[in-house]
């Protein structure tokens, strides 16, 4: 009892013996562990909680000295959103009962029916971020986050309690009963994942820390939104528990009605996906949700921060139900979060650039004010854009997308939604045929094909040898030129190559390290070009299956992982965009590295060679597109020896020349000619069209921006993916679009010229 004592003596100023008076014999509130009675606090002048623990409890010496030091620490916290202690007293037991003021209106589940619209919403959800983002910063964390542990102020705001003491009485009650179930009887809903394993890979048991925290706060979000506790429709504590170990989420809006909600609201969900990736690792951090909210309340956007990446499942944030497959609910976490991808667990993101151009802004008054870390010069298109204001002339709306046409270059193109598919996952990858009348798209475990005439599924390609368990996500697919096969790249780090008519596999190439996240054929089908995490691209020899790698030449520790691959025209040059922001060109015949662009400022996620071979499209996490002429490697007399290795040194000199914006090329004479600013968020994929005029972004902001390939120009931007735009393909027959998102869709749309 000595830890306890000596606490107590350190908090002698908030002693309350003799203080409260009129204490109700009967308890208001009844917890696992503890009962809450009322009573009145004479010198404070106001109606108190007194928590009282249970007798049985107090017997445990180590339970009294572990609460000892949570009751200290939170006597030390001090914050809007964390309800306060004011005191103790020692009443006949041995562990002091707790005061805290009465909140009059209850916890945060009995306040709901009176929370207003999104407004109310959002703030409700602020402060609760805020006041767990605070716990956070004080290296304390909450283990029990639900509505019924958040108390309503007089003001309406929340305040975050039974964090700490809650975990400590938890605990006890599993090595008193022998079972996590029985400690945590109604608190099962809002566990992440991992806490509902016996022990981590070491053995040793798994604890709560802020990445559980973070599960559960998106857990609070849903009962805010839906009005009720997760998983609603199950009935007891075990099956709740065994949905989430398989992995199953809350359900969530339906794409129509999601569709039909205020913005804000549509931006919560996504950030409730955001907490419920099923590695913690990939969880975005309470002040970084914080930040996110705090924009959504703003109504803006906020800046790229340094953050781990994960290819995955730009994952929906949920895994539906079968009965709800037939319309996803468009939400995910890129996170390859490629956010992270958004958002292959790839890479790292750098910090967000300072973007710069002199080009005129949009002045209608439809768009938003830009961030303000966004250049004022630089026309930003918000993806939550009103378009009620924008003349008729330049938009259109279909029933569940629109179109937008910019108001400041003349009206050049016109487009028309044709088909929306509906998938069981995130759509990884969209790719057209080369007579552009199939479509290919890449998923979880399957690839399905579409006739882009009628509309119709010609097959779904899985294979049955593949390990059962787990995501197995298609992250590129790659139609051979003459129809016939057709190549997946997936997280196994297999490269299947299938009989499209005969519906099997017809080779298998194997030699990459980490998930396969490009893939492309050479135009005469004898080459094809992988993409890797492992940080090295790959040549296959259709014919002997061989390989040629191609490695980065950079100082050890560089991650080069791969995220896009594209080969040139006439099949010389093979190039890659990676996650250290370098664009890598290489000599196809002789796998010599002859080129390296670096001037992007985070990952490059698209590439793509222009019709003529002369020019490279590259697209970034720096939320930019960049044209490079890449003309003296293409003259006969080019320069194609092999790049010297980068040394730290030098290394460390392009840094620092890309980070004062001062180089404008390659190592040799390779040239950025033109920067497309205007997406605000992450680039994550690119095309061009056949006739080399327009070029194609994808971005983690939804949108689908053409732009004029010579001006720099956009000219038409599409909003209907609900999430992020993961892959993007025009048909080298002209005329036609396709749209992959993490909002389980592909779509084809037709683009024609006015």
Same mark, same amino acid.
């Given at each position: 009892?000595? #830890? ?29 562990? =503890?009962?809450?009675? /009322? ?12 928590? +009282? ?16 030091? &949570? ?53 409700? =959800? ?50 008193? @009963? ?12 809002? *566990? ?18 802020? +990445? ?46 999601k569709a039909s909600l205020p913005m804000r609201e549509r931006k919560l969900w996504d950030i409730c996906g955001s907490c419920w990736k099923k590695k913690p690792e990939m969880r975005p951090s309470m002040s970084d949700i914080l930040s996110d909210i705090t924009a959504i309340q703003d109504g803006k956007s906020r800046p790229v921060k340094r953050r ?86 330049? +938009? ?13 270059? +003349? ?29 290919? /798209? ?16 010609? =097959? ?38 299938? #009989? ?50 191609? &490695? ?28 250290? @922001? ?12 002859? &080129? =390296? ?77 033109? /920067? ?14 056949? #006739? ?21 120009? *956009? ?19 002209g005329g036609l679009l396709a749209t992959g998102g993490g909002d389980w869709t592909a779509r084809i749309w037709r683009y024609t010229s006015l």
């Amino acid at each position: 009892m000595d #830890d306890l004592n000596n606490i107590l003596d350190k908090l002698s100023h908030l002693n309350l013996i003799g203080q409260i008076e009129d204490i109700q014999a009967t308890a208001r509130g009844l917890g696992a562990s =503890c009962d809450v009675f /009322t009573g009145y606090w004479r010198a404070g002048n106001k109606k108190v909680a007194v928590k +009282k623990l249970r007798v049985f409890l107090t017997k445990e010496e180590q339970v009294i000295k572990k609460l000892a030091r &949570e009751v200290y620490i939170w006597s030390k916290l001090e914050h809007e959103n964390v309800l306060p202690l004011l005191g103790f007293f020692l009443e006949g037991g041995e562990f002091p009962h707790l005061v805290s003021e009465w909140m009059a209106k209850g916890t945060l589940r009995d306040y709901m029916p009176y929370l207003g619209g999104d407004e109310d919403i959002v703030a409700m =959800c602020l402060g609760i971020a805020a006041g767990l983002s605070y716990l956070h910063e004080k290296g304390v964390i909450h283990a029990d986050l639900k509505s019924l542990n958040i108390l309503i102020s007089e003001a309406g705001k929340p305040l975050l309690a039974d964090f700490g003491v809650s975990h400590v009485l938890a605990a006890s009650m599993t090595k008193m @009963c022998g079972t996590t179930m029985a400690s945590t009887k109604g608190t099962v809903r809002w *566990m992440a994942i991992e806490l509902l394993s016996l022990s981590d890979e070491s053995g040793v048991g798994v604890t709560p820390d802020e +990445k559980s925290d973070v599960w559960a706060f998106g857990m609070t979000i849903y009962e805010i939104l839906k009005r009720n506790v997760p998983y609603n429709h199950l009935k007891n504590d075990h099956q709740v528990a065994l949905a989430i170990s398989k992995g199953k989420l809350p359900e969530r809006p339906a794409r129509s009605e999601k569709a039909s909600l205020p913005m804000r609201e549509r931006k919560l969900w996504d950030i409730c996906g955001s907490c419920w990736k099923k590695k913690p690792e990939m969880r975005p951090s309470m002040s970084d949700i914080l930040s996110d909210i705090t924009a959504i309340q703003d109504g803006k956007s906020r800046p790229v921060k340094r953050r781990k990446l994960d290819i995955t499942p730009l994952d929906n944030p949920a895994t539906l139900h079968a009965s709800t497959l037939s319309q996803p609910n468009g939400m995910f976490q890129l996170t390859f979060d490629a956010h992270y991808a958004p958002n292959a667990e790839a890479p790292h993101l750098v910090q967000d650039p300072r973007i710069g151009a002199d080009i005129s802004p949009l002045t209608t008054p439809a768009f938003s004010s830009p961030p303000s870390y966004l250049d004022d010069n630089v026309t930003y298109i918000p993806y939550d854009l009103n378009i009620s204001g924008i003349s008729s002339q330049r +938009k259109k709306e279909g029933s569940d997308w629109s179109a937008i046409f910019n108001p400041d270059v +003349k009206r050049r193109l016109d487009v028309y939604l044709l088909f929306t598919w509906p998938h069981e996952s995130v759509v990884c990858s969209v790719r057209f045929s080369t007579d552009g009348k199939f479509l290919a /798209t890449g998923s979880n475990r399957i690839t399905h094909i579409y006739d882009v005439r009628t509309g119709a599924k010609i =097959c779904g390609l899985i294979d049955e040898h593949a390990a059962a368990e787990g995501d197995l996500y298609i992250r590129s697919v790659c139609f051979s030129p003459d129809g016939k096969y057709l190549a997946t790249g997936a997280e196994d780090k297999i490269i299947r190559v299938w #009989d499209i008519a005969k519906r099997r596999i017809r080779r298998v190439f194997e030699g990459h390290c980490q998930e396969i996240y490009a893939l492309v054929f050479s135009l005469d089908g004898r080459l094809l070009a992988s993409g890797s995490g492992d940080g090295t691209t790959r040549v296959w020899n259709m014919e002997s299956g061989i390989p040629k790698v191609l &490695e980065a030449t950079e100082p050890q520790g560089v991650d080069t992982g791969v995220a896009s691959v594209a080969i040139s025209p006439n099949n010389s040059l093979v190039a890659a965009g990676s996650v250290d @922001c370098v664009v890598r060109i290489w000599d196809v015949a002789t796998g010599s590295l002859v &080129e =390296c662009l670096r001037e992007h400022s985070d990952n490059v996620y698209g590439i793509a060679f222009t019709p003529d071979g002369k020019s490279l499209i590259s697209g970034s996490l720096d939320k930019t597109l960049k044209q490079w002429d890449i003309t003296p490697l293409t003259r006969p007399d080019a320069n194609r020896s092999f790049l010297p290795p980068m040394t730290p040194a030098r290394s460390i000199q392009n840094s620092t020349m890309n980070d004062t914006a001062t180089m404008d090329g390659g190592e040799r004479s390779s040239k950025c000619t033109s /920067t497309f600013f205007g997406h605000t968020d992450y680039v994550l994929t690119t095309a061009i069209s056949h #006739d080399g005029q327009w070029v194609v972004s994808g971005s983690k902001d939804h949108g689908v921006q053409f732009w004029d390939r010579e001006t720099t120009d *956009m000219h038409m931007r599409i909003e209907a993916h609900t999430n992020s735009v993961v892959s993007v393909d025009l048909s080298s027959q002209g005329g036609l679009l396709a749209t992959g998102g993490g909002d389980w869709t592909a779509r084809i749309w037709r683009y024609t010229s006015l």
